[in-house]
């Protein structure tokens, strides 16, 4: 039996299984994609949008096994469907020239759609080549996310794989209610501007059971971020969990409602951390908990840090406009890389207010760490070493 026939047997049975709650299926090989992972198939994609996007019945593209080769894609609403569900048994393959896509922002875009669902797959950036590149001081293209989410909502995104990103895996833009599950992200530890997850401008995100290792944060928080949920992640390599970096604007607004439970950062650069530049902003933090975490060997388990700069290059050396409040770190465990394991960096002009530290266990070395507290008020509860510095 051919591979052609394989696969609409596999067709076949899928729309059997769905028909029982009515969804149309659009299946991409039958559509003209080759799973060999050297033909271009981004117009069987997009055909396949094109149809599920148009559907007014429930709709599901699905991705047999198999290798796909696609270059960068939009897919945009609105739809006249809002229950889009792509299934994907196979990985779709980023070209092999970081330059096919790499001045482009985004690899994989979805765009003011409501009711899209991604189950299983895996993403595969291709990175590598690009990340030399920028590693050797080369004349680079900045390169693409992998996948994006902008002004759309009730998004669902489970069983997803992400490897080796030329830059982000996964941006959630401007989105409301998205929830993540069963991720799992990869790339080099020395990958630059790999973050795992970036959300921003975004409400009612839910991140859970998800692993990840990247040259960058493992989860970036940006501004205009509210009732925002981590919960069971293992972090590193990496920079850890960060709210920020803040400040990049005057007119900025403002991170509230974040909760970060059952979380184990491994060999990370941080742990827990909020970053804002020193320059003046409208922007805030308000309403963050930090919970159930275990550090394994972290050089910077618990920073705020109001005078970002990374590399000391282009610093603004300014007052920090950022206004920290509401934060609470509860039952931190674990081991730092470093004597200062935790560091409270505060504005001048706004100092951190209302910072908490309850049940916090740090050592460096077998021995108690150390804290430092600039410009930051607090309380402190239960046993907390190293010894709090309000």
């Known amino acids: 039996m051919s591979n052609t026939k394989v696969y609409i047997v596999l067709s076949i049975l899928f729309i059997i299984v769905d028909s029982s709650v009515g969804s149309t299926v659009f299946n991409v090989v039958n559509l003209g994609a080759k799973p060999d992972g050297k033909s271009d198939s981004t117009q069987s994609f997009v055909k396949a949008w094109g149809a599920a996007c148009g559907s007014v019945a429930s709709a599901t593209i699905y991705v047999p096994s198999g290798r796909y080769l696609i270059k960068n894609v939009e897919f945009k609403g609105p739809c006249k469907n809002t229950d889009i569900t792509f299934r994907i048994d196979g990985s779709?393959?980023?070209?092999?020239?970081?330059?096919?896509?790499?001045?482009l922002e985004n690899w994989i875009s979805f765009q003011w759609?409501?009711?899209v669902s991604i189950y299983g797959g895996t993403l595969d950036g291709r990175g590598i080549a690009l990340w030399a590149c920028k590693l050797a001081n080369k004349k680079c293209p900045s390169g693409a996310t992998s996948l994006s989410f902008t002004n759309s909502k009730d998004i669902v995104i489970n069983g997803l794989k992400s490897l080796n990103s030329q830059m982000f895996h996964i941006v959630i833009n401007g989105c409301e209610n998205v929830n993540m599950q069963k991720l799992m992200i990869t790339a080099s530890g020395n990958s630059p501007n790999t973050d795992g997850i970036h959300v921003q401008l975004s409400t009612g995100v839910t991140i859970m059971n998800s692993g990840i290792k990247t040259g960058d944060d493992c989860i970036s928080i940006g501004p205009g971020t509210r009732n925002l949920w981590i919960e069971h992640v293992a972090c590193g390599p990496g920079h850890g969990i960060s709210i920020g970096s803040l400040a990049k604007d005057l007119d900025e607004q403002g991170v509230q409602n974040v909760t970060v439970k059952t979380i184990v950062f491994t060999g990370t650069q941080n742990g827990m951390r909020i970053k804002a530049w020193g320059r003046p902003s409208n922007g805030f933090v308000k309403g963050v908990l930090f919970q159930h975490a275990i550090?394994?060997?972290?050089?910077?388990?618990?920073?705020?840090?109001?005078?970002?700069?990374?590399?000391?290059?282009?610093c603004p050396e300014q007052v920090s406009g950022i206004k920290i409040s509401e934060v609470a770190y509860e039952d931190i465990q674990g081991t730092s890389a470093t004597q200062v394991a935790v560091k409270f960096d505060c504005s001048t002009k706004n100092p951190c207010k209302q910072i908490k530290l309850e049940n916090v266990k740090l050592t460096y070395q077998n021995q108690p760490a150390v804290s430092s507290c600039t410009n930051a008020d607090g309380s402190v509860h239960g046993v907390v070493e190293p010894a709090g510095c309000f």
């Open 113 to 115: 759609v409501t009711g």
């Open 295 to 314: 550090m394994k060997n972290v050089q910077n388990p618990l920073v705020i840090d109001q005078n970002y700069c990374p590399r000391n290059e282009g």
């Open 92 to 103: 779709l393959v980023a070209p092999s020239d970081y330059n096919v896509i790499g001045d």
